[in-house]
Structure formats: structure tokens, C-alpha cells
């Protein structure tokens, strides 16, 4: 068994370089096939980046297809960032890969890579076939780092790290150390045939998918990847997830805001043919004096420049959290306003009224107790479910004119 496992990546040794390219404009991952984004996680600080360590970072794929490439980032660097090694393999459990799955990457033909300070790179295309709905893991050795690192804070994930370089082994030997972090790595494409796309989710923790349990890939967007994937014939097949845990859309503190952010996370991962936008909770409870007229402006710019770029977007309206510390009637009637906008403002390409699939009959300002996380703010499994089975899949395939959606 884990000999055939072992076959989800390629048993290719060589590598078919693609052209050099950058990280918002990568090429064709193979010939025929157009380059789609099946694992995402937002780029941010997070504290003093250490030299001379691996990572081994598991990601769940959401579309499959051939010729993997995965982006690293130093975005938040103050210094440049020296990875001495890449690997993508297959989990077998916990820090452990699938025997012969571990493929070493290169980059432009180089097995190290230096990115400069606020610089992310794709790696050259891996051969071989990616499973759809599976955990790859991907090693990385931080040859040289210091200063600010860059990478995803609440990963809802277990991942693994180590003193030295351990990047290529299979083992799990050297791993002894647990971390619920993504380090230097925001995303993983595979080429998929034409016509197939991605769907980014531009959120905050409920997006990132807090109270959703760990290990088990059950943030809504995740539920999401599942019903794309079951969909007979669908031509959205990859599933980004853009959020950041805290975030806001106006204002920058735990990330940059949406707005701040939306061409990095969104608009320059590949093949993204629809943003869904589902934020504006920190912004109305953050008790800054936001109204509903500045929330419906940073919408109306996010609307406007994904259009710009050919994505479609669909808006996504607040959820209640009335029992959550910060409620009040004032910001309650600002969510009023904002979800009124979102549903029949026009400006959205479709609407997914996650407030309407949870929210209590009997209190339409709180959240329905059988979906409840325990906050009375983010959802339980259940709740990350029930947004997802509530999504119109067939918004998410919407075409617009202007730059092509593999932009």
C-alpha cells in the first residue's frame, strides 16, 4: 500500500523546467494545461525567522492535477532569505512520508533559492499527478534566515520543524518538534485543463476556520473544496483559502486588511476565477467607529478591482454573534446595514447569506445554537458545513470580460 501511495507524486526524477517567471504571472504548468491554485495560506509576520532549520509544512490539496509548483514567500522579510532545499512528498502520518514519495523541487533549475526582502517565487513544475482531496507535505531547509519571517500564524494544521537540514529524508527521525504554523510557503498549483479555475475566500478566523477541529480540514472553505470535487463536470476545481484570523477589510493589525492585501492573496494566485469575499465582523465589532458606509466603500474597491483584473465576485453577508463580548445594538444595526447591501446593493456578482443558513429563528441576532463554536462568533464543524452546503456552485464558475480569469 504504501508503495502504490507512494505513486500520488511523480516517479519522474528529471525535471521539465518551466520558463522563468514571477510569482503573480507563473506558466503553463504543462503543455495543454493552465496553472490552478489547490492550496493557499495568507502571508504575515510572524516573529524572528531562525537559520539552519526545516520545516515539513502539510498542506490539503483541494483540486488535483500535474505539475506541482508551490510559491514561497518572503513578503514580510527585512532581509533576504536563503532556502537551501525544497522537497514536496506525500503524509503518511504525522512527520512521516509515504516510502519514495519525497521529490526534491529546484528553482530555475537551482536546488536553493534566494528571495530578497518582500520577494515570493514559484518553484520550476514537479512531473507527475497531485491528488485531489490529499495531504502532500511540503520540507523546506531555511538555510539562511533572520530578522522578520514570513509565514501563516494559525495553521489549524500540524506541522513539524528541526535543527539542521532534513528536507529530503522520509523519516520522521529528526522532526521532533510540533508547530501549528505555515513557514515561507502561501501556495501550491497544479496544471489542470483549460477552463478549469479557483474560487479565493477572502476572509477573517472564520475563514482561517477557528473552532473547526485540528488535523481534520474541516474550515468551511475545506467543506467547499469537497463539494467542488464531487461535482460532476465542474470547471472550478481549486479552492484558496485567504483567511486571516483577526482580519479586517479597512484597517491593518492582525494581517494587512483585505483591501491592503487583495492583490498578493487573491488576485495573484493562479487561475482564481472568483473572489468570495466574507469579512466585515472585526471591522463592525472592533468599536473604532466604522459604518456601514465605510464597510459598503472597501467592499465597493475590493468589487471593483478584482472586475478589473476579470474575477467575479460574490459577497458573502455577516454573521451574528450577539452574546460575543464586544455586541452592542449600535454596531448590531451597522451588520444590518452592511448584510442589506450585500444582498440586494447589486454590486456583487451573486450573494452566499451565510447570516440567513445560521442564524436562530427565534433571535436573528445570534448565532443558532447547534451551530455555535461556543463564542457565540465562529462556527463549529457543523456551522463551517452548513456555509459551505449553502454556496451556489455554479456563481463560483461566472465569467467576466477583461483579463482572463488565468491571469
Given amino acids: 500500500m504504501a508503495r502504490r501511495m507512494a505513486c500520488v507524486l511523480a516517479p519522474a526524477l528529471a525535471l521539465s523546467l518551466y520558463a522563468s517567471g514571477n510569482a503573480t504571472s507563473p506558466a503553463a504548468a504543462a503543455a495543454g494545461q493552465r496553472p490552478v491554485v489547490t492550496w493557499a495560506a495568507s502571508a504575515d509576520r510572524l516573529g524572528e525567522a531562525v537559520s539552519d532549520r526545516s520545516y515539513r509544512l502539510v498542506v490539503h490539496t483541494s483540486g488535483g492535477g500535474r505539475g506541482l509548483r508551490i510559491r514561497v514567500s518572503n513578503a514580510f522579510g527585512d532581509r533576504p532569505l536563503t532556502l537551501g532545499a525544497a522537497y514536496a512528498g506525500v503524509q503518511s502520518n504525522g512527520a512521516l512520508l509515504v516510502p519514495g514519495s519525497n521529490r526534491k523541487l529546484a528553482f530555475s533549475g537551482s536546488r536553493s533559492v534566494t528571495l530578497a526582502a518582500g520577494e515570493s517565487r514559484y518553484s520550476d513544475p514537479l512531473p507527475g499527478s497531485v491528488k485531489a482531496q490529499s ?3 511540503i520540507s523546506l531547509y531555511a538555510q539562511i534566515a533572520g530578522g522578520q519571517a514570513t509565514g501563516h500564524g494559525m495553521a489549524l494544521q500540524t506541522s513539524y520543524t528541526a535543527s539542521g537540514d532534513h528536507a529530503a529524508e522520509e523519516t520522521d527521525d529528526a522532526y521532533t518538534e510540533r508547530i501549528a504554523s505555515w513557514l515561507y510557503l502561501d501556495a501550491v498549483t497544479v496544471g489542470a485543463a483549460p477552463g478549469t479555475g479557483a474560487v479565493a475566500t477572502l476572509g477573517d478566523s472564520i475563514t482561517d476556520g477557528w473552532q473547526s477541529t485540528t488535523d481534520k480540514n474541516r474550515r468551511w472553505p475545506d467543506y ?6 464531487a461535482a460532476p463536470g465542474g470547471s472550478i476545481q481549486g479552492v484558496a483559502n485567504e483567511g486571516i484570523s483577526g482580519n479586517k477589510v479597512l484597517m ?3 494581517g494587512q486588511s483585505a483591501v491592503g492585501r487583495l492583490q498578493r492573496d487573491v488576485l495573484s494566485q493562479a487561475g482564481v476565477r472568483t473572489v468570495l469575499l466574507f469579512e466585515g465582523i472585526n471591522d463592525i465589532k472592533a468599536h473604532d467607529g466604522v459604518t456601514a458606509a465605510g464597510l459598503i466603500a472597501g467592499y465597493r474597491e475590493i468589487i471593483g478591482r478584482a472586475h478589473a483584473a476579470g474575477k467575479c465576485v460574490v459577497g458573502a453577508t455577516v454573521l451574528p454573534y ?3 463580548s464586544e455586541w ?3 454596531e448590531e444595526a451597522v451588520r444590518r446595514d452592511v448584510n442589506a447591501f450585500v ?3 447589486g454590486e456583487f456578482d451573486a450573494v452566499a447569506d451565510f447570516d440567513r443558513v445560521l442564524r436562530s429563528p ?3 441576532e445570534r448565532m443558532l445554537p447547534t451551530f455555535d463554536g461556543g463564542d457565540h ?4 464543524d457543523k456551522g463551517m458545513q452548513a456555509m459551505a452546503d449553502s454556496v451556489d456552485l455554479s456563481a463560483l464558475a461566472c465569467e467576466r470580460g477583461g483579463t482572463p480569469p488565468y491571469s
Wanted: glycine letters at 14%; zero cysteines; hydrophobic letters at 30%.
Fill in 343 to 345: 444582498r440586494t446593493g
Fill in 224 to 229: 467547499l473544496a469537497g463539494r467542488l470535487h
Fill in 322 to 324: 450577539k452574546g460575543w
Fill in 252 to 254: 491593518d493589525g492582525a
Fill in 135 to 137: 495531504n502532500l507535505v
Fill in 328 to 330: 452592542t445594538p449600535a
Fill in 377 to 380: 462568533l465562529h462556527p463549529n
Fill in 362 to 364: 427565534y433571535d436573528s
